[in-house]
């Protein structure tokens, strides 16, 4: 069975400085690992996504994650943290299921960006 | 492309009423996931269609909930009756392939419940 930990809820920056938000993941398979965004009232949106190619992968906004297998985590970075990037942030994991007749995502509990002026 | 589309964007019932959602995914996508969002959590798959197949309904509460897609297009989840721990945001997503692990799946804005 697979399952995500979030490691924060509730992160809080200044416009201007780095972003860290911590993901965690246990799988029985080589996984491929997503963040999605949630901004209020809006659909989920792809930020980015790991498919066992190379481990540090860049996505949209400045956002970049680095998979990391030996700690089983796949944080999310962004140099410097822009007002707009305030939103809820899911780290996702998906696995084959029935022969690879679809794919299960399992969600992480989600963190909640707030950005200070 | 048109992006996912969710119907009603917002419903109020009371408990022990019956309340249907409809889903129109992007065009062409084979697969449909219904999920339930609880207020601050993360996503639940419900269940997983590829065309008018069922591919996983292992989570879906099936004694109140049902889902079909009919035609292998749109789709309709269905709760009779709600429980007031249904309030939730109900997200329909697509796909554009049936098998693996690694395609994105595109999300609907939603559907939020709130059970009375």
């Known amino acids: 069975a697979q399952s995500v930990t979030q490691l924060d809820s509730h992160v809080s920056v200044s416009e201007g400085t780095p972003v860290l938000l911590r993901c965690n993941y246990s799988s029985s398979y080589s996984p491929s690992l997503f963040w999605y965004v949630q901004h209020p009232n809006k659909g989920l949106q792809l930020l980015l996504k790991?498919?066992?190619?190379?481990?540090l992968v860049k996505g949209i906004n400045g956002f970049e994650a680095e998979f990391k297998k030996s700690e089983t985590s796949f944080h999310l970075t962004k140099p410097s943290a822009h007002m707009s990037d305030a939103a809820e942030y899911f780290c996702v994991v998906s696995e084959p299921v029935n022969n690879n007749a679809g794919n299960m995502l399992t969600f992480g509990g989600g963190t909640r960006l707030m950005v200070k002026p | 492309e048109a992006g996912v589309a969710q119907s009603p964007r917002y419903k109020i019932i009371e408990k022990r009423q019956s309340v249907a959602f409809w889903c129109n995914p992007i065009?062409?996508?084979?697969?449909l996931y219904w999920y339930q969002q609880i207020l601050g959590q993360g996503p639940k798959l419900l269940i997983q269609?590829?065309?008018?197949?069922?591919?996983?309904d292992s989570q879906l509460p099936k004694d109140r909930f049902s889902a079909e897609r009919l035609k292998g297009v749109d789709s309709t989840l269905k709760i009779q009756p709600a429980k007031l721990e249904d309030s939730a945001v109900y997200l329909c997503?697509?796909?554009?392939?049936?098998?693996?692990?690694?395609?994105?799946?595109?999300f609907g804005p939603g559907t939020r419940l709130t059970v009375t």
């Open positions: 269609f590829q065309n008018n197949g069922v591919v996983d």
């Open positions: 790991y498919t066992s190619a190379a481990t």
């Open positions: 065009s062409g996508h084979a697969t």
């Open positions: 997503a697509s796909s554009s392939f049936a098998g693996g692990a690694t395609y994105e799946q595109y």
